[in-house]
């Protein structure tokens, strides 16, 4: 027969993820009055992009299929 028995819990330490919370700045001044943050730039590029490559991609195979039914 096996002993049953129970084995001494570890002491933890706080979660270095429960900390408090860092407070939110909110910008003054010319840059609060921006249409999106400045910061946004490398997201709404990004976003152009693959929308003109969709485009480009779209008439590409439109002309391909275009001058291939003739």
Do not use: C, Q, Y
């Not at 096996?2 to 570890?10: D, I, N, Q, Y």
């Not at 270095?16 to 001044?29: H, N």
């Not at 693959?50 to 485009?55: K, L, T």
């Amino acid at each position: 027969m096996s002993k049953s028995s129970k084995k001494p819990t570890v002491e933890l330490k706080p979660s270095r993820i429960r900390r408090e919370p860092r407070g939110v700045e909110v910008p003054t001044g010319p840059a609060a009055k921006a249409w999106f943050d400045p910061g946004e730039w490398e997201s709404w590029i990004v976003i152009v992009g693959v929308i003109a490559f969709a485009i480009g991609l779209t008439a590409l195979s439109i002309g391909i299929g275009e001058v291939t039914s003739h």
